[in-house]
């Protein structure tokens, strides 16, 4: 039995180029994130609680994929402060419930890769159910 979470398309809809936050005492965090939609290149903006909701919200802003996230996890790969983190997120839509994982020493990054590590698989799927419709 193979899990689909670990399954990879060779063309990936959406793929990470890079981000830009910035956060400050008191002021709402700001997220820039540039990625790829069927391989152009576009930019997302947001605000958010944190320097996580905002880039999620910069991708989601520009993707709007309607999925809700059950699932936010952040995990160091090894012990020290200069450890890449892991992050797994977790999206459901339309009865569909997919994880994306992502790593980087820095967990905002790492957070816009798994979100985007998951909404490929959403879209992955999307088009394996229309296939077969």
């Known amino acids: 039995l193979v899990s689909e ?5 060779d063309s990936e809809q959406y793929a990470f180029v890079s981000l830009a936050q910035h956060s400050e005492t008191g002021e709402r ?9 069927s391989g152009k290149e576009v930019r997302g903006e947001s605000d958010g609680n944190g320097p996580v909701d905002a880039s999620l919200k910069a991708i989601e802003a520009h993707v709007k994929s309607g999925a809700e996230m059950v699932l936010y ?21 339309s009865g569909r419930v997919v994880n994306g994982v ?3 020493p820095d967990i905002v ?3 816009a890769k798994a979100y985007i590590a998951a909404l490929n698989k959403l879209h992955s799927k999307a088009d394996r159910v229309a296939a077969q419709g």
């Open 109 to 111: 990054v790492a957070s």
């Open 73 to 93: 996890s952040v995990n160091a790969i090894s012990g020290s402060t200069e450890s890449q983190g892991e992050v797994t997120v977790r999206l459901q839509n």
């Open 102 to 104: 992502g790593a980087d």
């Open 29 to 37: 965090p700001h997220a820039s994130v540039v990625f790829t939609v």
């Open 5 to 9: 979470d670990n399954v990879h398309g």
